[in-house]
């Protein structure tokens, strides 16, 4: 790849990047007022026991799901401090899990 080519790549790249943060941003926005119509559209279809509700565009659902949280370094150490009998055992095998995990390496360009 000689200079110029070079040069041109990182030019579409810095647009590209500017497009994409500004896309982001109108996204942003977005999400947020459809999560507050959500919560709206939730409390309506409770007070009326209502499932699913329908539009021309399809319908909406009401549904459950229930969603398993991440264990973080905290919870982790409570966990197995209650499972095991002495906290020597729990700290060793907190401190096997924790140095056991698998790492991602992911070489990227970022824009500073």
């Known amino acids: 790849m ?3 080519e070079l040069l041109a790549n ?13 896309i ?13 119509l959500s919560a709206k559209i939730l409390n309506v279809m409770k ?19 229930k969603i ?3 264990i973080n370094d905290k919870k982790l150490d409570f966990l197995l401090k209650q ?3 002495t906290e ?7 401190k096997y899990i924790l140095e056991n995990r698998d790492v991602e390496i992911k070489d990227v360009v970022k824009k500073k």
Do not use: M, R
Not at 24 to 36: D, S
């Open 2 to 4: 000689d200079k110029e």
């Open 24 to 36: 982001q941003g109108h996204l942003k926005l977005k999400k947020a007022t459809k999560t507050l």
């Open 88 to 94: 020597e055992e729990a700290e060793g095998v907190k």
């Open 10 to 22: 990182v030019k579409e790249w810095l647009n590209l990047d500017t497009e994409i943060k500004e």
């Open 68 to 70: 398993k949280k991440p």
């Open 47 to 65: 007070s009326s026991n209502a499932d699913s509700l329908n539009c021309s565009e399809g319908s909406l659902k009401y549904v459950q799901n």
């Open 83 to 85: 499972y095991f009998k």
